[in-house]
């Protein structure tokens, strides 16, 4: 499931969904949760307050797939997009902690990867939220979690004053951040155009597709040629 970022719109979001399907390839289904983005450079404003209506809708979309018998999924995310993704997540574990959630009716974890790609999402907003998702009190609603980074993402760079604040977010931090709930990857050194914003390193070349399809088609990064570890779950693209 591919849920986009700021300034995309459906039919840029389905055909973004489309070209990864056939660029790594994937092996699976692709399926695409499209929230309402104004679409526009000029719409941020317009399109966090869409985020906001947009998580009860992404939760019965959960919902639906479960009662469709799937539960085997693979999370894409990007940009503002993982905001929404996280705060879903988070509405999830609290319906699980109630005994309000379809899933306890089903053996194994709906979500098995959640690949959070540039994600515009301040450092301390993502410990929150996995505090919650990743509460070790109640059934898992994922299994695994994945960021990909960019120290010199301009888009990023850009988005960090708008909000109110000089810290970095999360999608341009690196290892030093001391993220331990998930594998953290560091596509920096694929951002080598001058004139590009380096805000979509995860489909816009070889490197970047090679790790998807570790994540997506292998669950894995070991195996991932591209890819150097260099902490505990941290690694380097190159």
């Not at 410990?127 to 960019?150: G, K, W, Y």
């Amino acid at each position: 499931v591919f849920v986009h970022g700021y300034n995309e719109s459906f039919e840029h979001a389905l055909f973004t969904a489309a070209q990864m399907q056939v660029d790594l390839p994937y092996a699976g289904s692709m399926l695409v949760f499209s929230w309402p983005s104004a679409g526009t450079y000029q719409g941020y404003t317009y399109d966090q307050e869409s985020l906001q209506i947009s998580r009860q809708y992404l939760l019965q979309f959960f919902e639906a797939l479960l009662l469709l018998g799937v539960t085997d999924i693979s999370l894409l995310t990007h940009s503002l997009g993982a905001r929404l993704v996280l705060e879903t997540l988070s509405l999830l574990k609290l319906k699980v902690a109630a005994g309000m959630w379809h899933q306890q009716d089903h053996t194994g974890v709906l979500i098995k990867d959640v690949v959070i790609c540039h994600p515009d999402v301040s450092v301390m907003e993502y410990r929150l939220q996995m505090r919650t998702i990743c509460d070790p009190h109640h059934a898992a609603v994922a299994e695994r979690f994945s960021l990909i980074v960019n120290q010199t993402d301009k888009a990023l760079g850009v988005s960090a004053p708008f909000h109110g604040s000089e810290e970095l977010r999360l999608g341009a931090g690196n290892a030093g951040f001391g993220i331990t709930s998930a594998d953290l990857i560091d596509v920096s050194s694929l951002h080598l155009a001058s004139m590009d914003w380096g805000h979509n390193l995860y489909r816009d070349n070889e490197a970047g597709l090679a790790v998807l399809n570790c994540l997506l088609n292998h669950g894995e990064l070991a195996s991932c040629e591209r890819l150097k570890q260099v902490g505990n779950r941290a690694w380097q693209a190159s």
